[in-house]
Structures are given as structure tokens and as C-alpha cells.
T-cell receptor, first 115, second 113 residues
Framework: NAGVTQTPKFQVLKTGQSMTLQCAQD?????MSWYRQDPGMGLRLIHY???????DQGEVPNGYNVSRSTTEDFPLRLLSAAPSQTSVYFC??????????????FGPGTRLTVT | GNSVTQMEGPVTLSEEAFLTINCTYT??????LFWYVQYPGEGLQLLLK?????DKGSNKGFEATYRKETTSFHLEKGSVQVSDSAVYFC????????????FGAGTRLFVKA
């Protein structure tokens, strides 16, 4: 299994540009999430999905869009990039299992810089 | 709402020293508790977990005990190595009806040879 994969690994955008961060998992997990990691702030949830066709907002959703047309893929779209979106983005997947622990499996991250 | 508070870093230790990273939480219901580790340039990976009160999670010499009475889940290791240098995140997830994970701010650990 490849686990959770993310592309690209690095990206530089100019203010106002749009782009899509790709995320895929091959573990048949029902839950997928996008987080951003900023210094001193831990991980903050952007959007999440509890299954194909179902998405919802997290803590910091503004400026981002998601969709989940398949169980495997969960792309994150930046609509009009702003310098405040400079961050490291992590995709994660999880499943409930028999004990409902929801441990997360993370991708390697995308480092985004907006100039 | 649910929250996780962990000690601020960085924590700097010499090799073979004893490590404690404090973590306390606020949650309704009966959450599962986790420690994740992030090595430089990588994503987070699960280090250990505990799903109910008095459970002890352990892995790679690290351990943490789920203490409901003190709402704590402190991470400990008896003898750290240089390779343990990383950022450690305490986290919780609700077991009932929701899966969202709440993370602490992270504690950076430096271990000197």
C-alpha cells in the first residue's frame, strides 16, 4: 500500500492564482481531512469528508474548496491564493474500526508559498 | 469545546535523559487520546494511543497513561536518543458520532549527543 499520497511536494504561487492540491489514499478509509500547519499553532482542520459525496467545513475553511467524488481522492482547491495561505498542508485519512478510535494516517505534506 | 494543551517547547535534553511532555485535555464524552510524532520534513505518524481511562499506550520506549481524573495523557521515555529529535503532538478524537481530531500545538524535542 502507498498509504496517503500528496502532490505536489512544493509549490509557489502568486497572489490571486488558483491551484489544486491532490490527495489520494489506497486504504479504503471512509474519512479524509485537510489540515494546515503553521508555526506554534499545531494542525488546524480546513475541510473534511465522511464519505464519497459528503464534505463539511472545519475550523479554517475560508478560501478553500473540496470535493470527494471517490473514496480514494480528496483534492483541495485554493480559489484565489493569498499570502496568509502560505503554510504546510497535510491530507489525512482515517477509519472508525471496531473501537472507533479514528487514528489518522497522514500524507507527506505540501509546502505552499504565496508571494 | 474540546481542546488539547501541551507544554511549550522546545525541550532540549542530553542523550539518555528522561523525557516528560505534559498534555492535558478538555472533552465531553469519552475521547480516544493519541501522541503523534513528526520528524523533520515528514508528515505526522501515530506514536501511541489509548482508548479508555487507565489504558497505557506504548511504542518504541515511549509510554503514556490515560488519566481521566486529571484529564491528562503525559508522554514519557526513560532514555532518549538523538533519533528521537522531532515534534510531538498530543491529540484527541471523540468516539461517539464524530471523528474530528483535535491537536495540541506541538512540542519540539532536541536531543544532544
Amino acid at each position: 500500500n502507498a498509504g496517503v499520497t500528496q502532490t505536489p511536494k512544493f509549490q509557489v504561487l502568486k497572489t490571486g492564482q488558483s491551484m489544486t492540491l491532490q490527495c489520494a489514499q489506497d486504504m479504503n478509509h471512509e474519512y479524509m481531512s485537510w489540515y494546515r500547519q503553521d508555526p506554534g499553532m499545531g494542525l488546524r482542520l480546513i475541510h473534511y469528508s465522511v464519505g464519497a459525496g459528503i464534505t463539511d467545513q472545519g475550523e479554517v475553511p475560508n478560501g478553500y474548496n473540496v470535493s470527494r467524488s471517490t473514496t480514494e481522492d480528496f483534492p483541495l482547491r485554493l480559489l484565489s491564493a493569498a499570502p496568509s495561505q502560505t503554510s504546510v498542508y497535510f491530507c489525512a485519512s482515517s477509519y472508525s474500526g471496531t473501537v472507533h478510535t479514528y487514528e489518522q494516517y497522514f500524507g507527506p505534506g505540501t509546502r505552499l508559498t504565496v508571494t | 469545546g474540546n481542546s488539547v494543551t501541551q507544554m511549550e517547547g522546545p525541550v532540549t535534553l542530553s542523550e539518555e535523559a528522561f523525557l516528560t511532555i505534559n498534555c492535558t485535555y478538555t472533552a465531553t464524552g469519552y475521547p480516544s487520546l493519541f501522541w503523534y510524532v513528526q520528524y523533520p520534513g515528514e508528515g505526522l505518524q501515530l506514536l501511541l494511543k489509548a482508548t479508555k481511562a487507565d489504558d497505557k499506550g506504548s511504542n518504541k520506549g515511549f509510554e503514556a497513561t490515560y488519566r481521566k481524573e486529571t484529564t491528562s495523557f503525559h508522554l514519557e521515555k526513560g532514555s532518549v536518543q538523538v533519533s528521537d529529535s522531532a515534534v510531538y503532538f498530543c491529540a484527541l478524537s471523540e468516539n461517539t458520532g464524530g471523528f474530528k481530531t483535535i491537536f495540541g500545538a506541538g512540542t519540539r524535542l532536541f536531543v544532544k549527543a
